[in-house]
């Protein structure tokens, strides 16, 4: 019944932005945890940035200092502002949320479908 749907995947040049978005939608009750995965070409999937309910975030070392990850609380959406990509930002960047939906208000962990990210010249 929840969806996560990501939007703003591209191709860009080394060294461009891009910002990746993500709005869960459906019978939601709160929105918890939020957080942006990616899995590189023939790689696993990764952790990229998180962020709390309250604003707290996490990064992956490889982003530090370059991506910047936010919420918009009343509309269920995540954002990833990517600043300096390089070629090996490249791959599907994936959303993810911890939500309390359903009769039951069950906290269920929803992943989004993935927008693909191509860095390149």
């Known amino acids: 019944q929840v969806q996560l749907v990501e939007s703003g995947g591209d191709l860009v040049q080394p060294g461009g932005s891009l910002r990746l978005s993500c709005a869960a939608s459906?019978?939601?009750?709160?929105?918890?945890?939020m957080g942006w995965y990616r899995q590189p070409p023939g790689k696993e999937r990764e952790l990229v940035a998180t962020?709390?309910?309250?604003?707290?975030?996490t990064y992956a070392d490889s982003v530090k200092g370059r991506f910047t990850i936010s919420r918009d609380n009343a509309k269920n959406t995540v954002y990833l502002q990517m600043n300096n990509v390089s070629p090996e930002d490249t791959a599907v960047y994936y959303c993810?949320?911890?939500?309390?939906?359903?009769?039951?208000?069950?906290?269920?962990?929803?992943w989004g479908e993935g927008t693909l990210v191509t860095v390149s010249s």
């Open positions: 993810n949320a911890v939500i309390l939906a359903g009769a039951d208000l069950r906290y269920v962990t929803y």
């Open positions: 459906g019978s939601i009750f709160s929105t918890n945890a």
């Open positions: 962020i709390t309910s309250g604003g707290s975030t």
